[in-house]
T-cell receptor, first 114, second 111 residues
Framework: NAGVTQTPKFQVLKTGQSMTLQCAQD?????MYWYRQDPGMGLRLIYY???????DKGEVPNGYNVSRLNKREFSLRLESAAPSQTSVYFC?????????????FGPGTRLTVL | SQQGEEDPQALSIQEGENATMNCSYK?????LQWYRQNSGRGLVHLIL?????REKHSGRLRVTLDTSKKSSSLLITASRAADTASYFC???????????FGKGITLSVRP
């Protein structure tokens, strides 16, 4: 099992460019999440998908869109990148809600917006 | 907004010593979880404690939860250099398996 995979690992964009971060999990998990991690800020939830076919905003959704393509894949799109979106992005998944919701994280994507 | 707040922000100890990290939160929770993050890597789940539990052990880890004080502590006994990492507490407060993470504690274990 690969767990949670993310592509790309690194990306440099110019202001205004667009890109899609890809995430896939092979654990048959229902829920998937996108976070950003900035120095001194911990992890902040951007969007999540509680189950296939649903997506909801998290704490910092502005400037992002997501697609839950199927049960395995959850992508994050930046339509017009801004320097404030320079961050490390993590995708995570969990089996189900309630008391068994430990999350499994991917290795992250380091994004720099110039 | 940050639900969990870890304390201290940074901790430096000698190998073999115990490391104690604290987390406080603001609202009622379903469970509280601790994660570790090695430099440049993703987070790894360490332990989960439910709101009706007071203490839990996993290897060299001991977690306590005091819901009356809205606080939790993570104890790592007999620390090793390999324990050097950032540690985060995360709280589950509702449905949809969402977690709210604190800002993290940087632990350095000196050989």
């Amino acid at each position: 099992n690969a767990g949670v995979t993310q592509t790309p690992k690194f990306q440099v964009l110019k202001t205004g460019q667009s890109m899609t971060l890809q995430c896939a999990q092979d654990m048959n998990h229902n829920s998937m999440y996108w976070y950003r991690q900035d120095p001194g800020m911990g992890l902040r939830l951007i969007y999540y998908s509680a189950s296939e076919g649903t997506t909801d905003k998290g704490e910092v959704p502005n400037g992002y869109n997501v697609s839950r393509l199927n049960k395995r894949e959850f992508s994050l799109r930046l339509e017009s990148a801004a320097p404030s979106q320079t961050s490390v992005y993590f995708c995570a998944s969990s089996a189900r809600g309630g008391i068994y919701n430990e999350q499994f994280f991917g290795p992250g994507t380091r994004l720099t917006v110039l | 907004s940050q639900q969990g707040e870890e304390d201290p922000q940074a901790l430096s100890i000698q190998e073999g010593e115990n490391a104690t990290m604290n987390c406080s939160y603001k609202t009622s929770i379903n469970n509280l979880q601790w994660y570790r993050q090695n430099s440049g890597r993703g987070l790894v789940h360490l332990i989960l404690i439910r709101s009706n539990e007071r203490e839990k052990h996993s290897g060299r880890l001991r977690v306590t939860l005091d819901t009356s004080k809205k606080s939790s502590s993570l104890l790592i006994t007999a620390s090793r250099a390999a324990d050097t990492a950032s540690y985060f507490c995360a709280t589950d407060v509702g449905a949809n398996s969402k977690l709210t993470f604190g800002k993290g504690i940087t632990l350095s274990v000196r050989p």
